[in-house]
């Protein structure tokens, strides 16, 4: 209940603001002085405060002073009483700090004006503080964000890219100096080591790319009508040259006809999804991709048999940066995923999981096949 308190020395007066007051459903509490008023203040913390300026021990306008002073009264709304209309003494109440003043001889509909005026005030000005505060948490976040984004690309710069460098001119380097000892089978797992790094560079730089983009606001959706179908089995096809010798992908289509696909987005929700379904399955795995219509959507499915996800772990899959803990000795960097449910987003579309720890995982993406109404 809102609660005011009224400091008032002619008893009369009191007790008739006090009564109006209750009529009207606030909680009053009542002092004769400042001084009074001040201890009453500190008990009560009222919402609002109404006194009179000339009164015994402590008068109105010490009274505010004291007030103004006190850290959990500060920004309490004080209304002056004052007995005449003099100028100096409003002039001297309001510059000390009051918000309001009614001069007496004043009616229940003036002070209840003037109670509302000053409560609704203070209401909107908390309401203004609250949306600062927020913002400035917003901004926090964001900038919080932003360095851990930083943070993670150094980290990937410096130790995952550095790896795969190291493997591309390792393998180079010896297929150099000893090219002619190798057979032919060396030299072949060899170039197939520097197929596979730069590969893997080039989807690190791309997910870079797109996570800065989208960090950004400034991914770009660009949508057209294209042969499905055949756009899955084309990227199928590159990623089974680039992992043959360890897994082997399983691509079946029943959809006919075209649908609205970004293509470089579309190839990063696939580029993202087998690799995943390769790095986090045994060698030797089968992996299946399926191309279903349901209803008014496409539906593709990347099912692996691999070392799954935790139930625990599900909720958080599509954080920027999280990596489940039985993926930790694996080469990753938790942007994969963010990206595969915001270029589904774009499209319309939404994405799906379904896994069993040690067992494999199932990932479904959605897609309309009309053109999203906003993306
Ligand atoms: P990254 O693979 O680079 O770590 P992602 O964002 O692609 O990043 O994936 C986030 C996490 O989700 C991975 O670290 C892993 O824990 C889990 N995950 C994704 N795909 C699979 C999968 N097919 N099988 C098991 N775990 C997966």
Redesign the pocket.
């Known amino acids: 209940m809102t609660g005011i308190l009224v400091v008032e020395d002619e008893q009369h007066l009191q007790e008739e603001i006090a009564d109006w007051l209750e009529l009207e459903g606030y909680q009053t509490h009542v002092a004769c002085n400042g001084r009074e008023g001040l201890k009453v203040a500190l008990e009560a913390k009222p919402d609002l405060i109404i006194s009179d300026i000339s009164m015994p021990h402590m008068d109105g306008f010490n009274f505010l002073l004291e007030v103004r002073a006190n850290p959990q009264l500060t920004s309490v709304p004080f209304i002056f009483v004052t007995a005449s209309a003099e100028y100096e003494s409003i002039r001297k109440g309001m510059v000390l700090g009051a918000d309001d003043y009614l001069i007496k001889p004043f009616d229940q509909i003036d002070l209840l004006k003037a109670i509302t005026t000053r409560l609704e005030r203070r209401l909107a000005f908390d309401a203004m503080i609250a949306r600062q505060i927020s913002s400035l948490n917003e901004v926090l976040a964001q900038k919080d964000q932003q360095q851990k984004l930083q943070l993670n690309i150094s980290a990937m710069l410096s130790h995952d890219l550095r790896s795969l460098m190291t493997v591309v001119l390792s393998s180079s380097d010896l297929l150099k100096r000893y090219r002619e000892r190798m057979d032919d089978r060396q030299q072949m797992r060899h170039l197939d080591r520097i197929q596979g790094a730069s590969y893997q560079i080039v989807h690190m730089l791309d997910?870079l790319l797109l996570s800065a983009e989208m960090e950004t606001g400034v991914l770009a959706f660009e949508p057209e009508m294209l042969d499905v179908c055949a756009l899955i089995g084309k990227l199928v096809m590159e990623f089974q040259i680039i992992c043959d010798e360890t897994h082997s992908i399983d691509y079946q289509c029943d959809v006919d006809g075209s649908a609205y696909i970004d293509r470089r987005l579309f190839r990063q929700i696939m580029t993202?999804?087998l690799?995943?379904?390769v790095?986090?399955?045994p060698d030797g795995g089968q992996i299946s991709v399926r191309l279903e219509a349901e209803g008014d959507h496409i539906v593709l499915k990347?099912a692996?048999k691999?070392?799954?996800?935790s139930s625990d772990?599900l909720p958080h899959?599509?954080d920027?940066?999280?990596?489940?803990?039985?993926?930790?000795k694996?080469?990753?960097?938790?942007?994969?995923?963010?990206?595969?449910k915001r270029a589904a987003e774009l499209h319309g579309g939404t994405v799906q999981?379904i896994?069993e720890l040690g067992h494999?995982?199932c990932?479904m993406i959605y897609i309309p096949r009309a053109i999203p109404e906003q993306s």
């Open positions: 997910d993202n999804l690799s995943n379904s790095k986090y399955s990347i692996d691999g070392i799954g996800i772990d899959l599509f920027p940066f999280f990596r489940a803990d039985n993926a930790k694996i080469g990753g960097t938790g942007l994969g995923l963010p990206i595969v999981v896994s494999g995982s990932f």
